[in-house]
């Protein structure tokens, strides 16, 4: 069975305004086979991010080689690449949801790409496929709000519409970039034990950006750190050591205290070897 994502010698760079060029990602070798649970963590600027939108297509690489299930990209007719970005579907940061809608409406707005235009616009009315809303919304924990306004909802419930969006679509793969960086800590340890277990039950590749090293170590058991653009390492989790945290974040001042703290939290509560 062909990889879920395979980059080799991956590179992407962008331009920035006074000229100069950003090296947002550097020969990355990657492999994620189907059904694999797998987080990346790093420090900000490392490339997480364009990462995740080379993964989901909405980007393309300026060197080296990404495939996806096997198939290259840019290879593709049009038609050809739509069928195979509908494979992937992506939880942001922020939500990206309608407030002013009910969240019936938000959770169909997974479907919007496999909909002619006309039935995507009755469906603002009445929903067209209620039914699949709501097992989403039931997966999620929120059937009990599927007809409320979404802007009636908490931060963390917001969120969940979005996983729930997202699960819709009915994907092979789902990649979350930063899911729970706007949602208060206690939330955070739910929703990614919640995105795993669903992943899980229906065997779902699935790439978590965190911010949250002890919340990564916590739930996937291989965690890969990005540092420059570059894979700094690809381990199990249980070998991320101090060592290799430190030398992850280092430069970062803005985390200085986070890896500290990080590390009390990690290596305290870690079985001894």
Known sequence: MNPSFHLRGVSKRFRRADGSWNEALQDVDLEVRPGEAVTIV?????GKTTLMRLLNL???????????????PSSLSLGELRKLRARTATVYQQHHLVPSLRVVHNILAGRLSAWPLLRAMVSLLSPREADRAAQAA?????????WERTDHLSGGQQQRVAIARALVQNPRHLLADEPVASVDPSLADSL???????????GKTLI????????ALRHFERIVGLRAGRVFFDLPSGEVDSGLLVSLYEGDKELATDVREWLQEIFQTRPSK
């Open 42 to 46: 790093g420090p900000s600027g490392a």
């Open 58 to 72: 909405s980007l393309r690489p300026d060197a080296g080689t990404l495939l996806v299930d096997g198939v290259d």
């Open 138 to 146: 039931s997966a999620v924990g929120l059937l009990d709000k599927l």
């Open 192 to 202: 990614v034990g919640l995105l795993r277990r669903l992943s899980g039950e229906e």
């Open 208 to 215: 978590v950006n965190l911010h949250d090293v002890p919340l």
